[in-house]
């Protein structure tokens, strides 16, 4: 049975995770029904809770402490619908994790007989870490995820390594070289 729960577990995560994948575009806003809880996340990092109300090809607009605040597209980084999902992740995951149960007790009882008891343990092993990775899964649904900006090189150049065995010389006027202290 201790073989059996890491297999479970990988099983169950890799069966999960293509579940949440949504390919990112700002028309999937249009999945949004005006007053339902969203969390937007602008590129600054700063996030704002409140109720969708609409949104167009250039922003959308939130109703966030009785007020409406309206925010680019160019500034929006994700937008996520809150709502009460755990229960749906908890049911995938339990679902998920009984059939992995199942496929295991299967494949345990085609090598081996007389562990009907293994097979039911795996089962319901195998169901409740699936629950449980499926409650753990995240309530908010992503709908909007700007894609990645490429980061350019800063024009900023970085001062050159000081040679430390050059320190404290001069030239011929006195004067300390660049490598040397400047004052």
């Not at 579940?19 to 996030?47: D, F, M, R, Y």
């Not at 937008?79 to 908890?90: A, W």
Request: aromatic share 4%; charged share 20%.
């Amino acid at each position: 049975m201790r073989k059996l729960l890491p297999g479970c577990l990988l099983a169950s995560a890799l069966l999960a995770a293509p579940l949440h994948a949504q390919k990112s575009q700002w028309e999937n806003l249009a999945q949004i029904k005006p007053g339902n809880k969203a969390q937007v996340v602008e590129q600054s990092l700063k996030s704002i809770l409140g109720k969708f109300v609409r949104y167009s090809e250039t922003d959308l607009t939130l109703m966030s402490n009785g007020k409406e605040i309206v925010i680019s597209k160019q500034q929006v980084y994700r937008v996520s619908i809150l709502g009460k999902n755990r229960t749906r992740n908890t049911l995938i995951g339990l679902v998920i994790g009984t059939g992995v149960g199942v496929g295991m007790g299967v494949g345990l009882m085609e090598h081996e007989t007389g562990y009907g008891g293994a097979v039911a343990g795996s089962i319901f092993g195998c169901a409740g870490v699936g629950a449980g990775i499926g409650a753990a899964m995240p309530s908010a649904r992503e709908i909007y995820r700007a894609e990645a900006v490429p980061r350019t090189a800063t024009s900023a150049v970085s001062p050159p390594a000081q040679n430390r065995s050059d320190e404290g010389k001069s030239d011929e006027s006195g004067r300390a070289t660049a490598s040397g202290p400047s004052g």
